[in-house]
């Protein structure tokens, strides 16, 4: 059985709050009847999301007809359910449909849902759980796979989908790329990968080797960065992450006008060179490991205004610059392909 | 009931592997009645540990008379019980003994630890167990308690070691100063803390950020570093940690003569002022923070060695530098207060 997915964001529609479900609706918009608000039902995805075409926005579950599975289309911090979302999932479950969810809040653990899953015999699915137990060895690391991950400036900046753009272009050139999903969104886009920021933290690093491992017989693996090293909150899963996924290359992503880090507002984001620096410091402790591009998200700015903030980052930084939505991928892949061609990375002194 | 100790480290008594039963001895001797080794019986831990006088090393549970608790005594990494101790514990347990315990394998969660608890009216508690989900805000935090926090360049080198003996120190002269336990052997010791390496990564720098905002009505909070920046598994701790306690100060903690990384040793160290220079730019992101000493851990060189060994590291970095346990803290006590007392720390800008 095919999965048909209803995606729901109840009062939390917007390109921020939602980024669960703009991304499953821009990759994987054949599974998608309907996103599920109420408060914006007859509208479409496109106008709220800018993404999905004419994906109907509805305000009840009887609209989305054909659809067996509720997913939860949101990843705010902490990750809780938000509490008038309990009737409306209880009713999806008491309808037979399954449910997906990336939260911190596991629908395994909620006595009620559980119950009502039994009773209905639907499956209830936390993308974020996990028992990962590895420990980072440096063992077996294969000198002939490129990493490439990405990192960020902020969270929330785009760097799952900087990473599936671009592993989707070098897939279509002919390489063979694989995107290790790092995070909830990735995971249900992907179909594999291992939610780090919900790994015990000790385990963090290991469990990203532990994907490096398996999947370096591919020829460039493109990894899912998380937060930012300058996240006062979050940056204990992006050093992890750094570490664990030991990248020859980084391709830095941040968003054009944010100068606050989200969520701890009164934190101003230091300049991009300056986080390039830390993060190029950061992982060059064992091997060469540098930036080879900048992925602009242009998402608040005009077609112009984003077009002067290019010239005026590739100046500044002498590197590629491009947003991956707005003018494709292209910079960047021509980028990663050159870094691949030169013997630099291959120089590895783990 | 006061706690009355018998400690297990059957077949791991090294000073090293032992490093729980080691503090555990060195601050809480009067709840010590023996350490279990068979494969040591007879010696003292003096002997072995370098630490604990004529407390006995006894072969079986019949000679640590009066013991009421069994406390594993290791911290190896993963944090898995060793098999051949499984009988062991659940002789304890059938003798009436509560089990303590601060690995990653939870007693709590095994069922036949259960079960032989249940059966026995005794207490399992597992140290590491907690449920975490607070996020880091940089809200409330106050610019007149001075928040002091061990780094190394390694992990295992006398982090919690030296917190706990400068925090000792301080109040000795009269100071307000707090111990922040962040790891299982320094929560068993004082009491209290939060043992980070156990907690979801998103929520590492928060559970830190925590006990802060809760002991910052002392004067000084002398803060348990873990693992190592430079550290390929443990990273993610240690910068949770370090974003998460915002040290205006910070003491270098090394061991002379360690050269690779523990449990990868196949990684070099890299150079000691290197390793001050990467905690000194990712403490310093939002507020002015610096290393202001130096804890040299000399146990396996001889006192001339670890003489010669002072002198250099001084005139290297400039920065006063002592073993606390061979020489005493005070020299490290006295760089403490003398930056407390200038202004420079206070000038926060989070």
Known sequence: MSRKLVILTEGHTNPHTAKTASCIIRYRRDEVVALLDGTQAGKTTQELLAVGGDVPVVATLDEAAGANTLLLGIAPPGGKIPGPWRAIILDAISRGMNVLAGLHDFLTDDAEFVAAAEKHGVTLTDVRKNEERTIARRVGIRDDCLRVLTVGHDCSVGKMLTSVELTNALKARGHKAKFIATGQTGIMVEGDGCPIDR??????????????????????????????????????????????????????????????????????????????????????????????????NSRRVSADEAELERERVRAELGLPVCDVIRHGPDELVDAILKFKECDEWKMVSK
């Not at 385990?203 to 370096?216: C, D, R």
């Not at 591919?218 to 006062?232: A, F, M, R, Y």
């Not at 996924?245 to 300056?274: D, F, W």
């Open 199 to 296: 790994v015990i933290s000790d385990f963090v690093s290991g469990s990203v080797e532990k994907m490096i491992l398996q999947h370096q017989q591919n020829d460039i693996l493109i990894v899912e960065g998380q937060g930012s090293l300058v996240h006062p909150s979050y940056s204990a899963v992006t050093l992890g992450l750094l570490h664990g996924s030991l990248p020859q290359a980084m391709i830095m992503c941040y968003e054009v006008g944010r100068h606050c880090i989200t969520g701890v507002e009164h934190v101003k984001i230091p300049p991009l060179a300056k986080i390039i620096e830390l993060n190029e410091m950061m992982a060059s402790l064992t091997q060469p490991s540098r930036v080879i591009g900048i992925a602009m």
